[in-house]
């Protein structure tokens, strides 16, 4: 049995959203709980991931989407809790145009490499980064980047249900960790 932690972003992923829907399939994830997913604070979303962490029996997995891809970035570069990898969805830009203005704490997340192995999957028409933001975030944390198409901001409302195509890159993300 190994650990996944699933970390929504802003709104913390609802009914459709395919982070939700894969819970609901696979009993080795299970949800961080920060105090509020409307109003996110890095500082509360760290002390989050961090409790959770600490709760894992393995080394765990971190299926990350959106403004949570700041906050691993965010949790990286000083945490001293290991984690065996990171499968990255839709990193949005904070110098973008379209930002999460909700969440001014997590701007500016350090531009280094991620000290685990990572995954970056990008669509080419996320209205909250552009694929060369997520080029370019690939790059500096060191994370294969996959090319999902045109999906959006890959979420509930892009339409992709439980996310097929995503659930097959993160197999084969789990089997090369394991």
Not at 29 to 56: K, N, V, Y
Request: with cysteine; proline share 8%; glycine share 8%.
């Amino acid at each position: 049995m190994r650990d996944i932690i699933v970390l929504p972003g802003l709104g913390g992923s609802g009914e459709g959203h395919w982070q939700t829907l894969w819970e609901r399939q696979n009993p080795e994830m299970r949800r961080f709980q920060p105090a509020s997913w409307d109003r996110p604070e890095l500082t509360d979303w760290l002390a989050a991931l961090d409790r959770e962490i600490s709760r894992s029996r393995t080394l765990p997995i971190l299926v990350v989407h959106s403004l949570a891809c700041q906050l691993v970035a965010h949790w990286a570069a000083s945490a001293s809790a290991k984690i065996l990898g990171a499968f990255l969805v839709s990193a949005p830009d904070p110098t973008g145009d379209v930002y999460l203005t909700e969440a001014p704490s997590f701007a500016n997340p350090p531009r280094q490499r991620l000290p685990f192995p990572s995954l970056l999957i990008a669509s080419t028409n996320d209205p909250f980064g552009s694929f060369d933001y997520a080029t370019e975030s690939a790059a500096v944390w060191g994370s294969e980047l996959i090319d999902a198409g045109a999906l959006g901001h890959i979420n509930a409302n892009s339409g992709i249900g439980d996310w097929p195509e995503g659930q097959a890159l993160f197999e084969r993300f789990y089997t090369g960790l394991a």
